[in-house]
C-alpha cells in the first residue's frame, strides 16, 4: 500500500533522507520514530506530494506520487503536525468545505460528514465555532477532514503534539479503530505512542533508517544479555554473593528492595532451575521471577545515541524492510 524505495532528499549539501526504503502492507499501523531533526517530516511531506524527493521512487496504493499525484492525493488523508483549520468556520461549515474541495458527490457528502463525525465524536460540537474549541477537539476536525473521502491510506504527522494526557488517550483510541480499514503510517517521537498504537515500528536516526520491526523483536535482537528480576520474602545477606556462583550469571545486582534482585545472565542460558534450587536451600521463599525485555525506550536510546551516520541498525532480514 506505501512503497518507498531508495529516497534521498538534499537541500543543498544538506542530505536530510538518504536513501531510505520501506513498504507498508494494507491495513497496518506503523510508527515512524526518530529524535527531532531524523527526516520525520521531510518523509511524511514526500509521501503526501508535499515535496519530491531528489533520488528514489514512492508508490501509494500502486501509484507514483511524482508521475500520478493527483491519483495518490485522493487515495491518501493527511493530518500535518498543526490542523489545517479555519478557526471562524463552525465544524459543520469546515467539513462541507473539505468535502466540495475533494470533490465529493453533493448527494453523498451530508451522509458522509454525518459518518465521520460520529466517528471521530465530534457530534456534540458540530455546530461550534471550530476556535471556540479544546485543542482535542481540533485534532479530532483534524482527522475528520483526512478521513472525510474514505483515503486507504491515512498519513499522520505527530497526530497528539500538546494534547493532554486524556486528550492522547482519547486520539489515540480513534486511530487504533482505524486499523484494518486503512494503512496508517503516523510520526512521532514519543515512544509510549508507537507501542500504544502500532504493530510495527520504523526507526530513523539521521536521515537514515536504523531498524524496522515490531517493538518486541527489536528488543531481541539488540540484546546480548537476558535479565531475570527475583523476589524473595526474606532478607538475606549472603543471597547476592551466592547468586554470583550460579553458572551463567554474569552479573548480579541489588533492585528496589533488600528482597530483589537483578540478575544479567548470558543469552540463551536458562538459571532457573539452579536459582529455585538455591532459594529453597536458603529458605528466603520465592515470592516472583520473571524476565526483564527490553523495552522500546531502551532500543530508541541504543539505536540513536550514535553520531555517526550508517551506525548501529538492524532490520528484517530478506524483506527489504517490508512490514
Known amino acids: 500500500m506505501i512503497d518507498v524505495q531508495h529516497v534521498t532528499k538534499r537541500y543543498g549539501s544538506m542530505t536530510a533522507l538518504d536513501d531510505i526504503s520501506f513498504s507498508i502492507n494494507e491495513g497496518e499501523i506503523v510508527a515512524f520514530l526518530g529524535p527531532n531533526g531524523a527526516g520525520k517530516t521531510t518523509t511524511m511531506r514526500i509521501l503526501t506530494g508535499f515535496m519530491p524527493p531528489t533520488l528514489g521512487t514512492v508508490r501509494i496504493a500502486g501509484f507514483d506520487c511524482l508521475e500520478t499525484p493527483w491519483e495518490v492525493k485522493k487515495h491518501i488523508g493527511y493530518l500535518p503536525e498543526t490542523p489545517p483549520l479555519y478557526l471562524e468556520l463552525t465544524v459543520n461549515e469546515y467539513l ?14 451530508p451522509e458522509r460528514m ?33 478521513l472525510l ?5 491515512l498519513i ?27 494503512t496508517i503510517i503516523l510520526s512521532t517521537h514519543m515512544l ?29 535482537k539488540l540484546r546480548e544479555s537476558e535479565t531475570l528480576s527475583m523476589t524473595v520474602k526474606q532478607s538475606d545477606p549472603q543471597l547476592l554473593e ?13 533492585g528496589a528492595t533488600p528482597q530483589t534482585y537483578v540478575l544479567e545472565t548470558q543469552m540463551g542460558r536458562d538459571i532457573r532451575e539452579e536459582l529455585t534450587k538455591l532459594v529453597v536451600a536458603r529458605n528466603v521463599g520465592l515470592l516472583e521471577l520473571k524476565t526483564q525485555p527490553l523495552t522500546l525506550e531502551d532500543v530508541f536510546k541504543v539505536l540513536t545515541q550514535t553520531d555517526k551516520p ?14
Open 96 to 109: 462541507l468545505f473539505v468535502g466540495r474541495i475533494k470533490r465529493i458527490h453533493p448527494e453523498q457528502l
Open 310 to 323: 550508517g551506525g548501529p541498525s538492524i532490520s528484517t532480514p530478506g524483506v527489504n524492510h517490508q512490514l
Open 242 to 254: 551466592a547468586l554470583h556462583h550460579i553458572p551463567g550469571v554474569i552479573r548480579v545486582s541489588q
Open 149 to 153: 473521502h474514505n483515503p486507504p491510506v
Open 192 to 220: 509510549a505512542e508507537a507501542t500504544a498504537i502500532c504493530q510495527r515500528v520504523i526507526i530513523i536516526h539521521q536521515g537514515r533508517i536504523v531498524a524496522v520491526d515490531t517493538p518486541e523483536q527489536l528488543g531481541a
Open 156 to 182: 499522520l504527522d505527530e497526530p497528539t503534539t500538546g494534547l493532554d494526557p486524556n486528550q492522547i488517550i482519547e486520539i489515540r483510541d480513534l486511530i487504533k479503530n482505524l486499523a484494518g480499514s486503512h
Open 114 to 146: 454525518d459518518t465521520i463525525i460520529a466517528q471521530t465524536g465530534l457530534a456534540d460540537v458540530r455546530g461550534r465555532v471550530i476556535g471556540h474549541l479544546s485543542r482535542g477537539y481540533r485534532q479530532r476536525v483534524g482527522l475528520a477532514q483526512a
